[in-house]
Nanobody, 129 residues
């Protein structure tokens, strides 16, 4: 049974940091492409960051140099380290995974929006100015 459980959201002031975690079960995080999608108040969805099997990563331009996606194979957890947070980073962050084989980093953001097969319940992030 595949399950994704996010945690780590909260409220911070602009310039602050948060680290989101996505605990995975039913598969090994290094075996599947995974990523994070943010849904804003207007229900707009942004593929924030993704990582594929070989460890290559991809980021939305709005978070490059501020966010880092990583995974801990021993703990079977996906992370999103968010630094220098801005009010526009606010929203609900969802962790997603897919058993697709052969996905490249150049494709992962597209597939995060297109719809990966497995999703967590989301964790809310609020950044105040």
């Amino acid at each position: 049974q595949v399950r994704l459980v996010e945690s780590g959201g909260g409220s911070v002031q602009a310039g602050g940091s948060l680290r989101l975690s996505c605990a995975a079960s039913g598969f090994i995080v290094s075996d599947w492409p995974m990523g994070w999608v943010r849904q804003g108040e207007g229900n707009e969805r942004v593929a924030v960051a993704g990582i594929v099997r070989d460890g290559n990563t991809a980021y939305d331009d709005s978070v490059k140099d501020r966010f880092t996606i990583s995974r801990d194979n021993n703990k079977n957890v996906l992370y999103l380290q968010m630094n220098n947070l801005k009010p526009e980073d606010s929203g609900t962050y969802y962790c997603a995974a897919d058993e697709a084989h052969g996905m490249f980093a150049s494709q992962v953001l597209f597939w995060l929006i297109r719809g990966m097969n497995w999703w967590g319940q989301g964790t809310a992030v609020s950044v105040s100015s």
